[in-house]
């Protein structure tokens, strides 16, 4: 796992500060030239705003950044950067499918609804 997704894993799974994950990855995205790290990042945006979304009651904004990353994800193999990204891609499914129909709810109630937000899974190499 390099530095950059330590960070991000970090500020993901115990800061909740997906906007700032969004800063970080965006950042090393536009600047990465190599695949398949650069769509990563890219998909990684996508799933910090998709929770920014979750949280902010915007339904409709998280089903759009879903199905721009999933197809990512679902080429990434099992493990990638030390991340389990089985497991991400299960979760994130099963939090659109948790989704209420509305494209709007009050925001900060989607727990309301039986959703938690995701927690990145870390995989140690040996």
Known sequence: MNEITREFVRLFNTERDFYECHEIFEEAWKAEAQEPLKSYYKAMVQVA???FKLNQGYMNGFRKLYG???PVLESLPAVYQGLD???LRTEFTAQLHQLP???Y???GTFQEYGIQYLSL???EII
């Open 49 to 51: 705003t998709a929770q």
């Open 85 to 87: 990204i089985e497991r």
């Open 121 to 123: 899974g870390i995989v």
């Open 105 to 107: 709810i009050t925001p």
């Open 68 to 70: 721009f990353c999933f």
């Open 101 to 103: 129909a509305d494209a």
